[in-house]
């Protein structure tokens, strides 16, 4: 027999598929509470999306550590031999909650490893680098990305025209871009802590790292001309293939490396290695194999599970920490201030978002406290208490982290070269490479006033003359055949 139906108070539902009503021919009575909690309910289904990385994809999987970086780390998940269970939400940057997966956008790689020494979270994207690199530009530039107030559309002139006034973004437009800015599938691109984090050991010694996880897939992407089609015939094509691989048992695999970098470094580098629009470049930090990310299990409830998920990269655990970067200290007060707006003071106990190890602290109350008392102990509600509550554990202390400086509003612009590592990625294409960026940038430039584009330009010629050479020849071929085709 069939599960019986009841009201989210528990009493039983007579009848499921008719108000009650005066008569055959009703008005309705409001005297019935079924019909009132039914649509009570679904007034309040939606939550805010999002502001940015609203539309996503996510599944659960596990990290398994084959390689040794002990040396380095004392943290737990990142020892030889670990095996942790993690949760992953892939997304687009700029696009609602609605919006059609097979865009061309950055992606988010957002990952939660559920450690016995508390969450870790690595909120990254698949580029190693950013559009800037102080976060007091970062509202400006997703003002960009998203809908103009009065037309209500995106607009390409706000996008190049915050662009050409921000050279460091040439970096990461270029890889925009280029082939990588529009993969077929999550399965298929690569995912970059980005940030400069660090590692430190029991010794108390601490080094300067980056994530980097690389699909075992391999990579593959649309043209701009493919991806229309896709769009026209589904707009969830990732939903779709992720979670399609999963359920038929083919579980996607990345391998997981780190660029580790002694502290004492970080002075002598050419470029700013707590940057965020630059990469470490490999023949100077060549990547350590470390382990395997594999994803083998879908969501049973999306809106629990993936919509539900609160990432933040204010997510350490002993052995892990920061760095200098300015983006990231940004964004270690922006996550969890969302997420009590987006989910409420209680978001971490959520279950997709609950650590897995035991939890013990002093914040108490607000809205929705449905779990136990967390000391364990209710005399035990203040620190320091004789009454056997929660203490601090001073073997888990992270090494002091060196600064100086004087505070200022520091011009992050000065002595940074926002054109070698464009270049260099730049010179890693091919001719079809270099033609579909060319191609790509001029699609993305239709309607953009002519001064905006012109200054853009100039930007390429500096990474390099034939960067500039080419877009302007693409923008120049695509406005004669639209010329002759009108
Ligand atoms: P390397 O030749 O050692 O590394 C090149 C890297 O570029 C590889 O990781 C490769 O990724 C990646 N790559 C290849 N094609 C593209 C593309 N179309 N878009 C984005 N990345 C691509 O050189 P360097 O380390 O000196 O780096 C040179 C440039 O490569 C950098 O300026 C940067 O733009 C880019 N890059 C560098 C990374 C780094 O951490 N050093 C990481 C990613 C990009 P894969 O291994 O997957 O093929
Ligand atoms: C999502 C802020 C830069 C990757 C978000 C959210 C906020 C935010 C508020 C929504 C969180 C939520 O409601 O759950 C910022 C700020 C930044 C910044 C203030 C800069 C100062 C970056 C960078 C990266 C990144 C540099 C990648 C390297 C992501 C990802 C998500 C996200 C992947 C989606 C996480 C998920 O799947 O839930 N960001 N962000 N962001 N951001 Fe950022």
Redesign the pocket.
């Known amino acids: 027999m069939a599960t019986r139906l009841t009201t989210s108070a528990g009493s039983p539902v007579a009848d499921n598929q008719n108000s009650l009503t005066a008569g055959p021919r009703g008005p309705v009575l409001l005297q019935d509470w079924q019909l009132i909690e039914k649509l009570a309910h679904q007034n309040r289904e939606r939550i805010p999306e ?4 609203a539309k ?1 994809w996510g599944a659960h999987g596990t990290l398994t550590i084959t390689g040794d970086i002990s040396k380095y780390t004392r943290a737990k998940v990142l020892q030889p031999g670990a095996k942790t269970d993690m949760i992953i ?1 892939f ?1 687009t940057v700029a696009g609602e909650l609605g919006a059609a997966d097979a865009e061309r956008d950055v992606r ?3 990952m939660k490893f559920y450690t016995e020494e508390g969450n870790w979270d690595l ?3 698949n580029t190693p680098v ?1 559009f800037v690199r102080d ?1 007091l530009k ?1 509202p400006d530039f997703i003002r960009t990305q998203k809908r103009h107030p009065k037309t209500n559309l995106r607009s390409p002139t706000a996008m190049w025209d915050f662009w050409s006034l921000s050279p460091e973004s040439l970096h990461q437009v270029t890889i925009l871009m280029s082939d990588r800015g529009l993969p077929v599938a999550p399965m298929f691109m690569n995912g970059y802590g ?2 400069t984090y660090s590692l430190w050991n029991d010794s108390g010694e601490r080094f300067w790292v980056k994530f980097h996880f690389k699909s075992m897939q391999g990579h593959r992407h649309h043209t701009n001309a493919e991806a229309q089609s896709v769009v026209g015939k589904t707009r969830e094509s990732y939903q779709e293939a992720l979670f399609g691989t999963i359920e038929k048992g083919s579980f996607p695999k990345w391998k997981m490396q780190v660029q580790v970098m002694p502290e004492a470094d970080a002075e002598k580098t050419a470029y700013n290695p707590f940057d ?1 629009t630059k990469v470490w470049p490999h023949k100077d930090y060549p990547p350590i194999d470390v382990g395997t990310l594999e994803l083998n299990r879908n969501a049973d409830n999306y809106f629990a599970e993936i919509e539900q ?3 933040s990269p204010s997510n350490f655990v002993p052995g892990i920490g920061a760095s200098p970067d300015k ?1 990231l200290q ?2 270690i007060f ?2 969890a201030d ?2 009590r707006y ?1 989910l409420g003071t209680h978001y971490e106990a959520l279950p997709v978002n609950a650590p897995r190890c035991p939890v013990a602290h002093y914040h108490k109350d607000g809205a929705m406290r449905f779990f136990r008392n967390d000391t364990g102990n209710p005399d035990a509600y203040y620190e320091p208490n004789s009454f056997g509550g929660p203490a601090q554990d001073p073997s888990v202390a992270e090494p002091p982290l060196k600064m100086s400086g004087d505070a200022a509003r520091w011009d992050h612009r000065e002595g940074n070269d926002d054109f070698v590592q464009p270049r260099a990625l730049f010179l890693l294409f091919d001719a079809g490479q270099k033609a579909r960026l060319f191609s790509n940038i001029a699609d993305a430039m239709a309607g953009v006033p002519a001064g905006i584009v012109e200054r853009q330009c100039r930007l390429f010629d500096q990474v390099h003359p034939d960067y500039g050479a080419g877009v302007r020849a693409a923008i120049a071929a695509k406005a004669g055949a639209k010329a002759a085709a009108d």
């Open positions: 999002r502001v940015v990385h996503g939400r997304s988010g790689f957002a909120v990254g994207n950013f976060p970062f980005s940030h965020l998920l609160a990432f983006m940004g964004r922006a996550y969302a997420h987006r």
